[in-house]
């Protein structure tokens, strides 16, 4: 069973900056396809960016211009760059990834991490 774990976030000031990495744990894995989504305390899970056929990136409106998403194909990881983050974008940020086996180049599943908490607080 693959695992996904995300890290990178924490307690920021409004107008700061945090990198969310998202990677299945071991090795022999890559990711494909994947997103981010963020669920805000009671609010629904909700999708903040997508990366999409080797390099097409989607952003919700509410980011778009202030956050980036990525991947490190060499690393088997996946980015959040955040940037100008507000108190509207504290939430629970969880990355959702096609995995892929290197040995073989199939696809073992689509995961979930457990995700990571981001809280925007002055």
């Known amino acids: 069973q693959v695992q996904l774990v995300e890290s990178g976030g924490g307690l920021v000031q409004p107008g700061g900056s945090l990198m969310l990495s998202c990677a299945p744990i071991?090795?022999?894995?890559?990711?494909?396809?994947f997103s981010w989504y963020r669920q805000a305390p009671g609010k629904q899970r909700e999708l903040v960016a997508s990366?999409?056929?080797?390099?097409?990136?989607n952003y919700s409106d509410s980011v778009r211009g202030r956050f980036t998403i990525s991947r490190a194909i060499d690393r088997g990881a996946a980015y959040l760059q955040m940037s100008d983050i507000q108190p509207k974008d504290t939430a629970v940020y969880y990355c959702?990834?096609?995995?892929?086996?290197?040995?073989?180049?199939?696809?073992?599943?689509?995961?979930w991490g457990r995700g990571t908490q981001v809280t925007v607080s002055s």
């Open positions: 990366f999409i056929r080797g390099g097409t990136t």
């Open positions: 071991g090795s022999g894995f890559s990711i494909n396809d």
């Open positions: 959702n990834a096609q995995v892929l086996s290197v040995k073989t180049a199939t696809l073992l599943g689509v995961y």
